[in-house]
């Protein structure tokens, strides 16, 4: 550090550069949350798209399932009708009963297959019901979605015009501080995240909240050498 260096005014432009170097921590910390919200409003909307497929699927198992119970009603008509014809050419009445009883007995299926299919009808039509809900649901849910990611770009475009002019800010103003100090301060800064200068706080520091020693704090008052916080490493500065 050389010999004549202004510590109060080094440090009065450390506390702007740390105020804008705080701000583009923030932004950048805002800027990496972007790609996860974009993927979560297109994952859900994904989701969507899956139900709606899902949906899609009952309905042609359940449009299969009544097709096969209306095949095999039609051929249990048709055995009865076949059936009932052979009644004529009996003679033989054990025979005669014995087939009539066959009929009887097909009749039962048929009766049941009829209240099975009347069941599935009612199941394709809320099928049906709710897929179109669910479209409608989806189509409006796609424009959402559009809106959002049109904002979220919009709004990260933004911030990387606000972080650009933080940036050439910080160049200027980095330009007049002492390249000792700032090297000190850049170093701290990239190990401790966002804050490398750190104002006292009462008897503590304001980045790690422990207590100062009294020394600590009257030579951050007197400001004539760059003091550091003994437990966070940070720099301290003292208001007036
Ligand atoms: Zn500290």
Redo the contacts with the bound molecule.
């Keep these: 550090m050389a010999e004549n260096i202004d510590i109060t005014e080094q440090i009065n432009k450390l506390i702007q550069l740390q105020q804008i170097d705080t701000e583009i921590f923030d932004l950048r910390s805002k800027k990496e949350t972007y790609p996860a919200r974009t993927k979560e409003i297109d994952d859900s909307l994904e989701e969507k798209k899956e139900g709606i497929k899902n949906t899609e699927e009952e309905l042609k198992r359940l449009q299969v399932s009544k097709n096969e119970k209306e095949a095999d009603m039609q051929a249990k008509e048709g055995q009865i009708a076949k059936h009932q014809a052979e009644l004529y050419q009996i003679k033989n009445n054990k025979e005669y009963q014995a087939l009539q009883q066959e009929i009887d007995s097909i009749r039962a299926d048929v009766s049941l297959l009829e209240e099975e299919i009347i069941g599935l009808l009612d199941e394709i039509e809320a099928a049906q019901a709710r897929c179109e809900m669910e479209k409608k649901i989806f189509e409006k849910e796609k424009q959402k979605t559009a809106e959002e990611k049109e904002s979220i770009k919009a709004e990260e475009k933004k911030l990387s015009e606000r972080l650009n002019d933080f940036a050439s800010r910080r160049t200027e103003l980095a330009g007049a501080i002492d390249r000792d100090i700032l090297g000190q301060y850049e170093r701290i800064l990239k190990n401790r995240g966002r804050i490398a200068l750190?104002r006292v706080n009462g008897e503590c520091?304001g980045?790690?909240n422990?207590q100062l020693r009294p020394q600590i704090i009257n030579e951050a008052k007197l400001k004539k050498n760059i003091v550091f916080?003994e437990?966070?490493a940070?720099m301290l500065y003292a208001e007036d």
Excluded: E
Aim: glycine content about 12%.
């Design positions: 750190s520091c980045g790690c422990m916080c437990n966070c940070r």
